[in-house]
């Protein structure tokens, strides 16, 4: 992985393991503190995990199954579902009592941000079309 693509995976991770940790902890806080801090940071770590994994699996996927629509679509739809899916697995094991009202945000800004980043993705790494070679005039 570069650098660059490291550096942003880091800082996107931390700010969704602050902003979904927060709202994790506003969702449960009224059943109780210890709770809602259980919640925030079970939250909080699970979006840092997953928004820097779901980058590069876009990445591996968008390599693996190609540019052309339906495998972006394919792309989109893996991650998304896959990602998900680990979200919903960390609340059940935690017993987090408001799993609906905690993901919800997650699941739209989790779509969001899954496909604006494998279509900008996709753009930026399609190849190129090479232009034919000039014919030489006579």
């Known amino acids: 992985m570069q650098r660059r693509s490291l550096g942003r995976s ?71 579902l896959l990602c998900q899916l680990a979200v919903l697995l960390v609340h059940l094991g935690v017993g987090t009592p408001e799993i609906v009202r905690t993901m919800a945000p997650n699941l739209l800004i989790g779509a969001t941000f899954t496909t604006v980043y494998t279509l900008g993705l996709s753009r930026m790494t399609r190849p190129q079309a090479t232009p034919p070679a000039a014919s030489p005039t006579a």
């Open 10 to 80: 880091l800082i996107s991770a931390c700010y969704a393991a602050t902003i979904y940790g927060g709202w994790g902890f506003y969702a449960n806080y009224a059943h109780g503190t210890a709770i809602a801090l259980r919640v925030m940071l079970a939250q909080a770590a699970v979006s840092f995990a997953m928004t820097f994994v779901t980058t590069m699996l876009i990445e591996a996927l968008l390599a693996r199954l190609g540019h052309r629509w339906y495998g972006v679509a394919q792309t989109i739809i893996y991650t998304f």
